[in-house]
């Protein structure tokens, strides 16, 4: 997973926590579970505002 699949992070993020609210999660922490994803494997240092507020937003939707 790259930091571009920003709907397949979503998901992992949400069956990884699924008692987080994704509307509560600051991008430092967002950021760190990102990392954190067995599945990930992309450069930490591409990720950014906008790419965190879109894996955000998808999870958010993911949620719904």
Not at 27 to 44: G, I, Q, S, T, Y
């Amino acid at each position: 997973m790259k930091w571009t699949d920003i709907l397949d992070i979503a998901i992992a993020l949400d069956e990884a926590h699924p008692d987080v609210d994704p509307q509560r999660v600051n991008f430092v922490d967002l950021r760190n579970w990102v990392l954190a994803l067995d599945e990930f494997d992309d450069d930490p240092g591409h990720s950014g505002e906008k790419i965190l507020e879109a894996i955000q937003a998808a999870w958010i939707e993911e949620r719904e």
